[in-house]
């Protein structure tokens, strides 16, 4: 093929391209707006499903409410056949006795305005307000016809009704009577409209929907929010010409005719009807912000791709110039390609070999000589064994050659195998449907190899995160240092109730980003495989005391209790991380009272020997909380995961605790169940086999709180660069009586404890001109008594390599920060004992 032609089909195939980068394109474009509208349908579906519910919802709740509210006045009503029996002579009416039992009613139900006795010509003859001076009501002459024309007797309610004496709208709800004497009244209640309305919907206006009673004929009766102007209009469509089943509904609106999802119910009594509507309008309204930043989105996402169609056809323009030059370089590498493949061996159904290729020969060398059509694919594995196994006995070289033959002849699968001078081959064989075996063989030396390249830049990766984690915790955890330190300082002066609050909230809120720093530094050891437990001999039903006497305060302000429960017989002593064990706690007993409201939560200690000789100790957090569902339960140990987003939303927390405790007490060899109830609450068990001690325990120290105050002070050194922090640490040893000199690096440090006597130095690691560990290392060069002085390292680096970094340096002992007062004196106190 002549170059013209090479160029002619490479433009022709630049030209193909380029039409199928804009198609592409336009195919993009065309399924993001696809699935714009898609999504933006369904949005509107999902806010429109939400109003459905929220509507069925209201109309049923107002349902209930009026059902409740009409029958309590039907059943008051009826009732007044014994209640105006007082009233009743031999001669006729008591009205003065009459007026005193209506009046009675109405003062004992506040939601009527009026009781009255009508006769049977409509003549209102007792009124319960008339005792006040109002004027007597005045019931619509045709309502009180209709009354009159009852067969049945039940309780009637009249339109709207504007009063003379209040002007407000009223109800008018009447029974038949009958007198000792046979003779027909009727017992008529006013009820005004506006009760009506707060019954129907008193949270109506927060969503929007309004609810109104109606006559099956249209009529309105009452409606929420209230607007008085239109009760007792006719409105366009009768509610009986709905569905009335709860059901929301897209229809016209009930007062202003605008689209609307409606909702209709009958009550109890005949004729009257209860429907909640919100307009469509306002129901969409909530998710109109998410559907324009879709659009807006889909916008942009749009642009980018058109805008990578153009650069691709620039590109692609380039390409086809260069084409030409590049052809003849081309066909020369194709034709080294075609040189180039995997090895290939065909046989028959009776294992002789059919075809073989250049390759296959290059891989197995060896097998050169035998190879030929026909040849028994065992006599290739014998030479195989031979040249693979020179040295092996004949046993051991026939029973290679048996297990070739059997994976061979299963025909089906692939298998990896390491030659003698190092290379890997990977050999994937198929059946063919004539029943021979088709074998590809494949030199992935160079993939195993970037394997292990690939594993150590994991690995690399994975201590850089390390490193980048410790680094982050430093700076964080200086700046929170100070934070929490002046914020304890302040917690402890005069303040007003008001910033004594606010105070407590920042020193609450800093504690929360602390615990969150931990689990982080918590979850990437365990990531990284550097978990690991420091086990000593544990008074194990003192340390579960010491965590939950810590958190009784929490509990008692949250009023809950908060029991230890210690079964008898528990060993005193038990190889265990305390540490990591008081972390499991500390999440467990922090999780009930964060999900506990009301009752009380009990911690259980129990054991029982194993027939190893080991003592499996459980530990049970039981509380009456909120509980936990139980299809949430599989995932309730699994990282940044909570029970459910609502308990998320309100309880707050990282998800981490949980997962850290879980991997915690797996290292520990044991296990954690849980069990819970919604709306009883949970029960968190953590089982360990635990060591019994071989030593006799040990009598514990005295707290260094209280000590110190009992003891000579210090003086102390103190090697701080940061200003805050400095006066937070002055203040703190001010605090507990120890007077200080402050320092800004290791070079100074040196210059003062060869200048002066010091009892104690504190120093910080992370400082400018010399670090607190090369100051360190300087000081244990000096002679004694120098070289003797106790240095505790005072740090935001919170690994456990980084505080075996400052011991191995020269360090006595360690404190992090954020400093915690309590343990800055108990460190004191370490190295005042030596």
């Known amino acids: 093929m002549t170059p013209t032609a090479l160029s002619t089909d490479g433009a022709a195939e630049t030209r193909r391209t380029r039409r199928a980068v804009g198609l592409m394109a336009a195919v993009l474009v065309a399924l993001v707006a696809g699935v714009t509208a898609w999504l933006l349908h369904s949005l509107r579906e999902e806010a429109l499903r939400e109003a459905r519910g929220a509507v069925e919802r209201q109309v049923a709740g107002a349902e209930a409410a009026l059902n409740r509210s009409l029958l309590g006045l039907d059943l008051l009503l009826a009732g007044h ?3 105006l029996q007082p009233a009743w002579t031999p001669t006729g009416l008591d009205e003065a006795r009459a007026r005193q039992l209506l009046y009675a009613t109405v003062r004992q139900n506040l939601s009527l305005r009026d009781v009255a006795l009508i006769d049977e010509q409509g003549r209102v003859r007792v009124s319960a307000q008339a005792l006040d001076g109002r004027p007597p009501m005045q019931p619509p002459a045709d309502w009180l016809s209709g009354l009159r024309q009852q067969a049945v007797p039940q309780l009637r309610v009249s339109a709207p009704v504007q009063t003379f004496a209040t002007a407000e709208r009223v109800l008018y709800l009447a029974r038949p009577l009958i007198d000792p004497g046979g003779r027909r009244w009727f017992i008529v209640a006013e009820w005004p409209a506006a009760v009506a309305a707060s019954i129907l919907g008193p949270n109506a206006e927060e969503g929007g929907i309004c609810l109104t009673l109606e006559r099956d004929d249209g009529l309105l009766m009452a409606v929420a929010p209230p607007q008085d102007a239109l009760l007792g209009s006719q409105l366009a469509r009768p509610l009986g010409t ?18 609307a999802l409606v909702a209709a119910r009958p009550l109890l009594y005949q004729g009257l009807l209860v429907s909640a509507g919100l307009s469509q309008a306002a129901a969409l309204q909530e998710g109109e912000l998410t559907r324009r930043l879709v659009v807006a989105v889909a916008a942009l996402f749009s642009l980018a791709l058109i805008g990578a169609a153009v650069a691709a056809d620039h ?6 110039r260069a084409r030409a030059e590049t052809q003849r370089t081309k066909d020369s590498l194709e034709r080294a390609l075609s040189a180039m493949g995997d090895g290939f061996l065909l046989c028959d159904a009776q294992d002789r070999v059919v075809v073989w290729n250049q390759r296959y020969e290059e891989l197995f060398p060896w097998l050169k000589p035998v190879l030929a059509p026909g040849v028994d694919f065992e006599r290739l594995a014998l030479t195989g064994a031979l040249a693979l196994m020179p040295d092996a006995s004949q046993a051991d070289q026939q029973g290679w050659v048996q297990m070739r033959l059997a994976v061979h002849r299963q025909r089906e ?12 081959i990977h050999a994937v064989e198929r059946r063919t449907p004539e029943g021979g075996v088709v074998s590809v ?7 195993e190899r970037e394997l292990a390249r690939a594993k150590q830049a994991a690995e690399a990766a994975n201590e850089a995160k390390s490193r980048f984690l410790a680094a982050m915790s430093h700076e964080i955890r200086t700046p929170l240092n100070a934070v929490l330190g002046m914020n304890s300082l302040l917690l402890n002066t005069p303040l007003s109730d008001e910033q004594r609050r606010c105070a407590e909230l920042i020193h609450g809120s800093g504690q929360t980003l602390l615990a969150l720093i931990n689990d982080i530094l918590d979850l990437s050891k365990v990531e990284a495989g550097h978990l690991t437990l420091e086990l000593a001999d544990v008074d194990l039903a003192r340390t579960v005391d010491e965590v939950a006497s810590l958190l009784r305060l929490r509990a008692q ?11 008898p017989g528990l060993p005193e002593r038990l190889r265990a991380d305390a540490s990591r064990l008081r972390q499991v706690l500390f999440n467990l007993l922090g999780n009930a009272l964060k999900f506990t409201d009301h009752g009380r939560i009990s911690v259980e200690l129990g054991h029982q020997w194993l027939p190893d000789g080991r003592c499996e100790v459980s530990i049970a957090v039981r509380d009456t909380g909120i509980g936990i569902v139980p299809e949430l339960l599989p995932r309730l140990f699994t990282r940044f995961t909570q029970g459910d987003s609502g308990a998320s939303r309100r309880y707050g927390g990282s998800g981490l605790g949980l997962a850290i405790s879980r991997e915690i007490v797996h290292l520990m060899g044991g296990r954690i169940d849980v069990q819970s109830a919604p709306g009883v609450g949970s029960c968190f068990t953590v089982l360990l086999p635990l060591q019994p001690s071989t030593e006799a325990a040990d009598a514990l120290p005295q707290g260094a709180g209280g000590a110190s105050a009992l003891r000579a002070p210090l003086r102390i050194l103190v090697a701080e660069d940061n200003a805050v922090n400095q006066i937070l640490i002055q203040a703190m040893l001010d605090q507990l009586g120890h007077p200080c000199t402050i320092v800004a690096d290791g070079l100074e440090v040196l210059r003062e404890v060869q200048a002066e006597p010091y009892d104690l130095v504190l120093m910080d690691v992370q400082m400018p001109r010399m670090d607190g560990e090369s100051a360190t290392r300087a000081i244990r060069a000096l002679p004694p008594p120098l070289s003797r002085i106790p240095i505790i390292a005072m740090t935001a680096n919170a690994m456990v390599e980084d505080r075996a970094a400052h011991l191995a340096a020269g360090m006595d002992d360690h404190v992090s920060k954020p400093l915690d007062l309590g343990l800055l004196a108990a460190a004191i106190e370490r190295a005042r004992r030596g």
């Open 242 to 259: 709905l569905k009335t089943g709860g059901e929301a509904q897209e229809v016209e609106g009930r007062l202003r005719g605008e689209p």
């Open 557 to 567: 302000a949250k009023g809950l209790a908060l029991d230890l429960v210690v079964a």
């Open 315 to 320: 590109y692609l323009r380039g390409l086809a």
């Open 413 to 424: 699968g692939g298998y990896e195998q390491e030659l003698p001078d190092g290379r890997v």
């Open 81 to 83: 056949d014994s209640t």
């Open 441 to 447: 063989f494949r030199d992935i030396t160079r993939n």
